[in-house]
């Protein structure tokens, strides 16, 4: 049997945009070789047009599969539901966060969720949790600290105590949910959510996040940032040489606080998150700093909730199935570059999968299939493929959806181009 295969196609990376010719083996599931003008057409096995792009598989890096021994969250997500709807939506891995009813907080805890991942075709990164009385566990994973409520218990009701607990955490990864605890205890009783969570509480922690990922020598990650105003605060923090990134939304993008409360009272309480989505003003500067470079990763915060759920007021949005098709309304509509889309959604989630890759494919057979990791196209890598046509549009229905919470804040949207093909170790999905 030939396990040999040739894909020629108009390749994006962060470096430029050109036709390549991509040898892999669907045994091993690896990239073989990346030539331009080695193979003639006949003997190339998939040729796409102009109309489409490929991407190295591109990954979420902050999602809520919501699965956990407890199975209590399981008919919101599961690791079954999480790798459908993320197939669909044009990703090959994603990185799941740790409010969970029973949180991954040490070796034992984390094993644990880690086996049940094992149902998905998708690597599941998983991040344990950071609470008030947590330690670092054995081996090198992804750590995630909510600075103020959210979803679950996991978090902090002071700055104090966060630092108590961050001193052990010294020269680990840690991702940040910048929401200063004391200022939204001070406005717990405005009127709307939007009041409730105000851009204060996020400046506030933006600086305290900054501060002790430079105290601890940690490498930062501020999650599904949302204010403008903050993003200088990040780059003096880069040219001190801190090692923080950043992550944004495409709800962040592509919504805005007018929109929403144009809307009826009914409707808008179903796009309630944490943080808010922010006045059109924000989503212009986050924009701006996603054309320079200046935000890191595009990464869902995938939240799904049950209608009922939502009606109550519980926040978090469903982002899966659409992350792919809202890179071609980047590209096409707000003047994103392909190579852009290629870093954020491709080569940095990555990166990030791939740094912990090597310490946890001991622990998880799922982890030992993808040789150097993902997101570039170039020998020894999965051969793991998102290609999109951009001729392609699509429109976003309750149908096409794979979440088990069938809902989406892009609902109705059409958005210019699609996902072609996905390619999974050297398998088309």
């Known amino acids: ?37 080695k193979f003639s057409r006949d003997e190339v096995d998939d040729y796409y047009g102009d109309d489409c792009l490929l991407f190295a598989g591109m990954g979420d890096i902050h999602i809520h599969a919501r699965e956990d021994v407890s199975g209590k969250n399981t ?36 094993l644990a969720k880690m086996k049940l991942t094992q149902k998905s075709d998708i690597p599941i990164l998983l991040y344990a949790g950071i609470g008030p009385k947590t330690r670092p566990l054995t081996f090198k994973v992804p750590y995630k600290v909510y600075m103020g409520p959210s979803v679950g218990d996991l978090f902090f009701k002071n700055n104090e105590d966060l630092d108590n607990v961050l001193v052990h955490y010294k020269n680990q990864w840690v991702s940040f949910h910048c929401e200063d605890p004391e200022i939204l205890e001070e406005h717990k009783n405005e009127k709307d959510h939007f009041l409730r969570r105000p ?23 501020l999650c599904h940032y949302s204010a403008g105003a903050g993003l200088d605060a990040i780059k003096k923090a880069r040219q001190k040489g801190l090692r923080v990134t950043c992550e944004v939304t495409p709800q962040h993008l592509f919504l805005s606080e007018e929109k929403i409360r144009a809307m009826a009272s009914s409707e808008q309480i179903h796009y309630q998150m944490n943080p808010p989505i922010r006045p059109q003003q924000d989503a212009n500067i986050l924009l701006e700093a996603l054309k320079k470079g200046e935000i890191d990763y595009l990464a869902t915060d995938h939240a799904p909730h049950s209608k009922e759920e939502k009606e109550k007021g519980m926040s978090g949005l469903p982002g899966l199935d659409t992350f792919a098709p809202f890179t071609t309304w980047l590209m096409d509509s707000a003047g994103v570059s392909p190579e852009m889309i290629a870093l954020v959604a491709a080569e940095n989630p990555g990166t990030f999968f791939n740094t912990f890759l090597s310490s946890l494919n001991e622990k998880s057979d799922l982890m030992k299939k993808w040789g150097k990791g993902m997101g570039f196209i170039a020998e020894g890598y999965s051969a793991s493929f998102t290609i999109l046509n951009l001729k ?35 398998q088309k999905c």
């Open 1 to 37: 049997m030939n396990t040999f295969k040739i894909i020629d196609a108009l390749c994006a990376t962060s470096e430029g945009v050109s036709r390549k010719q991509i040898s892999y083996d669907t045994q091993s599931g690896l990239i073989l070789s990346v030539d331009e003008n």
């Open 75 to 110: 008919y919101k997500e599961d690791f079954r539901s999480t790798c459908a709807a993320a197939k669909n939506g044009g990703l090959v891995h994603v990185a799941d966060m740790p409010n969970n009813p029973v949180p991954p907080i040490d070796d034992d805890s984390y």
């Open 199 to 221: 851009i204060s509480a996020e400046l506030m922690a933006t600086d305290l996040a900054l501060a002790l990922i430079e105290k601890y020598d940690l490498t930062g990650k």
């Open 392 to 426: 392609k549009p699509l429109t976003i229905t309750k149908e096409n959806l794979k979440t088990k919470a069938q809902w989406s804040p892009f609902l109705g949207v059409t958005f210019p181009g699609s996902v072609e093909t996905l390619i999974l170790r050297g």
